[in-house]
């Protein structure tokens, strides 16, 4: 026969184990929708401020040095941001949203690039660009649809447009990739991924993980 007192005990680890999950749980659902909600809000801080930030004052050139400007800033945003996912308690929630926020920032800078290439250099483009227009045709050359109702025309606005192309490119799959890498760092700082290749489960400073619940 069993021993009561023992099956007080496991049934009081059960309890115990079960609680802690289902805290684990709220804690996780609770970090979602803190995610989500940042997103959105950055989202929609960036698009007011594209279009209520006072550009029309803007009179002298200068759109390429914007973009190289804003390239940078976009590249140490990317190292921030892998920095901030590898301490995250939830890398993968973290990496989507530094992804999202990254793309957001690029798309805004050359949408902007253009908007003020075309009121400093009129004719620039195949027809006048309002923000919605420059924010389309970012969009449109981004995601290669490339329509052609809108083009460059100035040899600087199709420079500028080959570099958003490249910059493009690289920025999907090497910001997609060193995120990656930062959640699978992440991962391993937590404990929730082995670091070896044995499956043996040893987690980091080489202690190996329970194999309980």
Do not use: K
């Amino acid at each position: 026969m069993s021993d009561p007192s023992e099956t007080r005990a496991g049934h009081g680890r059960s309890r115990a184990s079960d609680s802690r999950r289902n805290r684990e749980r709220r804690t996780r659902r609770r970090a979602t929708r803190a995610s989500v909600t940042r997103t959105v809000l950055m989202s929609a801080g960036l698009l007011t401020a594209y279009y209520l930030l006072p550009l029309e004052e803007y009179r002298t050139g200068g759109a390429l040095a914007l973009i190289v400007c804003g390239l940078l800033a976009v590249l140490l945003l990317v190292l921030w941001q892998v920095r901030t996912i590898a301490r995250s308690p939830y890398p993968r929630l973290r990496a989507v949203e530094s992804l999202i926020l990254t793309l957001l920032v690029f798309l805004a800078l050359f949408a902007t690039a253009y908007y003020l290439m075309d009121r400093t250099t009129p004719g620039s483009f195949t027809e006048p660009m309002t923000r919605t227009d420059s924010l389309y045709y970012t969009l449109t050359t981004f995601t290669t649809v490339g329509f052609g109702d809108i083009t460059a025309r100035s040899e600087t606005g199709r420079v500028a447009t080959m570099i958003q192309m490249v910059v493009g490119l690289l920025l999907v799959g090497g910001a997609a990739r060193v995120l990656a890498t930062a959640v699978e760092v992440g991962l391993r700082r937590r404990g929730d991924e082995p670091s070896g290749s044995d499956g043996s489960g040893a987690g980091p400073g080489g202690r190996g993980r329970a194999s309980g619940p």
